[in-house]
C-alpha cells in the first residue's frame, strides 16, 4: 500500500469562492470510519463539475475530497458486513457535500453507504452507470411503480443525451415504452435513436414561459431540467400520468400551476438519489442489471485519466460532454 497518493481536493479560494488541486495524502489524512477502500473507479456528474469547477458551492466544509460516486474494493474493515476483498460501490450519501468523496485512491467509509458491486456488472461499467444512471434507475422505477402503461402515449426524457436521460431512454426503451427525447444538440439525434428514442423536442420549446394547461402529449416524463422546462412538462402530460424529477439544471423554480394536478390528476414525483435507502437503492440497481444492454452502455461512456478532472468537469458544465464519463482513478 502506498505511503502517499493523490487526491483531488477543494479548497478555499478567499471571497467565498473554491479551487480544486490535485494534493498528494497519506493514510493518516483520511476521516476516522470504519471501512479503509480502495477506489479503482470513479465519474463525473453534475455536482461534481459544479464542485470542481467552482461554480457552485457543493462542500459544506473545507477541505474535502471531491467526487460523489465510487466502486472500489475493501482493504480493512471493523465491521462483519463487508471484508477485505470486497467489491463495493458508493453513490451519495453526502459525499464531496459533509463527507470526504471518491476522487482519491484510498478513502474511508461508513457501512451503511456501500453496497457490493450489483451482479453482472464490473467496477467500470458500474461507474459507467454511476449516480445518473442509477437516478435513472430510481426514476424509471417510479413511473414503473406509477403504473405507466408501455402502450399509452410517449414517455418524455429531458437531458436525454446526458447521464441521467441516456440510461433512462435506454431502459424505456428496452421496457417497451416510446421515448421522445429532449436535446439542444441535434448530432445527439443518432445517439440517442441508438439508445431507443424514437421522436425529438428541441430543449428551446420547452424553455420559455407556457400556459398552465396545453395539449395532452406525454404519457410521462423524466425530468432533470426543472424551472419552465418541468412546468411545460407537467402542464403537457396525459390525464393520470407522472413525472420523476430529479434535477434542476436549468434552475430550482417551478414557475407552473397546480392546474395539471388537480384538472388532469397528473402526479409530480420526486426522486432523490443521495439519500435514498437501501431496499429503493438495490431496486434500482436490479433494474438496471436485467433491463440495461450492455453493449448500449458501452456506447454511452468513455475512460479518462484521474488526471484529466479538472477539464472533464469544465466540459461538462459548458453542455460538452455526451454520455458518461469513467474516470480511472
Known amino acids: 500500500m502506498s505511503d502517499t497518493f493523490t487526491a483531488l481536493r477543494i479548497t478555499d479560494a478567499g471571497d467565498r469562492k473554491t479551487r480544486a488541486e490535485m494534493t498528494e495524502m497519506t493514510l493518516a489524512d483520511l476521516p476516522d470510519l470504519p471501512v479503509l477502500v480502495e477506489v479503482s473507479h470513479s465519474t463525473v456528474n453534475y455536482k461534481d463539475g459544479l464542485a470542481v469547477t467552482g461554480k457552485g458551492r457543493i462542500a459544506r466544509?473545507?477541505?474535502?475530497?471531491?467526487?460523489?460516486?465510487?466502486?472500489?474494493?475493501?482493504?480493512?474493515?471493523?465491521?462483519?458486513?463487508?471484508?477485505?476483498?470486497?467489491?463495493v460501490i458508493l453513490n451519495g450519501w453526502g459525499l464531496s457535500e459533509t463527507?470526504?468523496?471518491?476522487?482519491?485512491?484510498?478513502?474511508?467509509?461508513?457501512?451503511?453507504?456501500?453496497?457490493?458491486?450489483?451482479?453482472?456488472?464490473?467496477?467500470?461499467?458500474?461507474?459507467?452507470?454511476?449516480?445518473?444512471?442509477?437516478?435513472?434507475?430510481?426514476?424509471?422505477?417510479?413511473?414503473?411503480?406509477?403504473?405507466?402503461?408501455?402502450?399509452?402515449?410517449?414517455?418524455?426524457v429531458t437531458g436525454a443525451a446526458g447521464g441521467v436521460g441516456s440510461v433512462a431512454t435506454a431502459l424505456l426503451a428496452r421496457l417497451g415504452y416510446s421515448v421522445t427525447a429532449v436535446t439542444g444538440r441535434p448530432e445527439t439525434h443518432d445517439y440517442l435513436s441508438k439508445?431507443?428514442?424514437?421522436?425529438?423536442?428541441d430543449r428551446a420549446e420547452l424553455s420559455e414561459q407556457g400556459k398552465p394547461l396545453q395539449p395532452e402529449r406525454w404519457g410521462g416524463a423524466v425530468d432533470v431540467a426543472g424551472g419552465h422546462t418541468l412546468a411545460n412538462v407537467l402542464a403537457q402530460t396525459c390525464y393520470g400520468g407522472a413525472v420523476a424529477a430529479c434535477g434542476l439544471a436549468?434552475?430550482?423554480?417551478?414557475?407552473?400551476?397546480?392546474?395539471?394536478?388537480?384538472?388532469?390528476?397528473?402526479?409530480?414525483?420526486?426522486?432523490?438519489?443521495v439519500m435514498a435507502p437501501k431496499p429503493?437503492?438495490?431496486?434500482?440497481?436490479?433494474?438496471?442489471?436485467?433491463?440495461?444492454?450492455?453493449?448500449?452502455?458501452?456506447?454511452?461512456?468513455?475512460?479518462?485519466?484521474?488526471?484529466?478532472?479538472?477539464?472533464?468537469?469544465?466540459?461538462?458544465?459548458?453542455?460538452?460532454?455526451?454520455?458518461?464519463v469513467v474516470v480511472n482513478v
Open 61 to 87: 466544509r473545507l477541505p474535502m475530497t471531491a467526487g460523489i460516486d465510487m466502486a472500489a474494493t475493501v482493504v480493512e474493515s471493523a465491521t462483519e458486513e463487508f471484508a477485505p476483498g470486497d467489491k
Open 250 to 273: 436549468e434552475g430550482p423554480s417551478l414557475p407552473g400551476t397546480v392546474m395539471p394536478h388537480i384538472l388532469r390528476s397528473v402526479a409530480l414525483l420526486g426522486v432523490d438519489s
Open 195 to 201: 439508445l431507443g428514442a424514437t421522436d425529438f423536442v
Open 99 to 156: 463527507e470526504q468523496g471518491a476522487y482519491s485512491k484510498f478513502q474511508r467509509v461508513k457501512p451503511e453507504w456501500l453496497l457490493p458491486l450489483p451482479e453482472g456488472f464490473s467496477p467500470e461499467q458500474a461507474m459507467a452507470i454511476g449516480t445518473a444512471g442509477y437516478t435513472a434507475g430510481l426514476c424509471v422505477q417510479a413511473l414503473l411503480d406509477w403504473g405507466l402503461d408501455p402502450q399509452g402515449a410517449p414517455i418524455l
Open 280 to 324: 429503493k437503492r438495490k431496486a434500482a440497481w436490479d433494474l438496471l442489471n436485467k433491463k440495461l444492454d450492455r453493449d448500449l452502455l458501452s456506447t454511452m461512456y468513455a475512460v479518462h485519466g484521474f488526471d484529466e478532472l479538472p477539464d472533464l468537469a469544465e466540459k461538462l458544465m459548458a453542455n460538452q460532454i455526451q454520455g458518461r
